[in-house]
């Protein structure tokens, strides 16, 4: 049973666009939600990541909006670029554990 | 990837051979971690180690096994490999267990088990 959904699968977006990647998680004891990014052939990179006590955290084009109520949370990135074509994962993070969504292949077309 | 490697970085073995995989780091950080990244699944942790001899399962534990006699050092060990554990490999380190949290990604390990 997966604790970490994420929706879409797959996404594809013309440059300038706005991406957007959620992620619903169901275990409450979470109180660490990152955000990684993969390029083919490399491992996970952290992108960004918010803590459930804050709604929205901003990072250059990057930005997280979490609603705990919902137990929800997404990845928008502004402005994309051909160069943001990668998988993103999200992910929700305990002391010791890390549940990662299935990720969301982005393609930014030029 | 900075600090952090992995050998071997791709590896075929047949069905039944015990199987070995390295993660080295120059990091000095306490929290070490193995992760399996199938398709559709994202990443789903093996085992995680608190510190020298100290380990403890994951998500998807069953058929592997670590050790970590050296803070630098973690070894992932699939006793008898099967099929189903054909899949990428990612050792990550993390400073802490607690604030912070953010964990480094080693390059990965295509394993093919045939």
């Known amino acids: 049973q997966q604790q970490v959904k994420q929706s879409p699968q797959s996404l594809i977006v013309q440059k300038g666009g706005i991406s957007i990647i959620n992620c619903a998680y169901e275990n409450t004891a979470f109180d660490y939600f990152p955000w990684y990014q993969q390029f083919p052939g490399k491992g996970p990179a952290l992108l960004i990541a918010i803590r459930p006590d804050v709604s929205e955290k901003k990072e250059g084009r990057f930005t997280i909006s979490f609603n705990k109520s919902a137990k929800q949370f997404s990845l928008h990135i502004m402005d994309s670029q051909p160069g943001d074509s990668a998988t993103y994962f999200c992910?929700?993070?305990?002391?010791?554990?890390?549940?990662f969504g299935a990720g969301t292949r982005l393609t930014v077309k030029p | 990837d900075a600090g952090i490697t992995q050998s071997p970085r791709h590896k075929v073995t047949e069905t039944g051979t015990p199987v070995t995989l390295r993660c080295h780091q120059t990091?000095?950080?306490?929290?070490m971690y193995w992760y399996r990244q199938d398709p559709g699944h994202g990443l789903r942790l093996i085992h995680y180690?608190?510190?020298?001899?100290?380990?403890d399962k994951g998500e998807v534990s069953d058929g592997y096994s670590v050790s970590r006699s050296k803070t630098e050092d973690f070894l992932l060990t699939l006793e008898s490999a099967t099929s189903s554990q054909t899949s990428v490999y990612f050792c990550?380190?993390?400073?802490?267990?607690?604030?912070?949290?953010?964990?480094?990604f080693g390059p990965g390990t295509r394993l093919t088990v045939t």
């Open positions: 990550a380190t993390a400073t802490s267990g607690g604030a912070g949290r953010e964990q480094y």
């Open positions: 992910a929700a993070s305990t002391r010791n554990d890390m549940r």
């Open positions: 180690s608190y510190g020298v001899k100290d380990t």
């Open positions: 990091e000095n950080h306490r929290y």
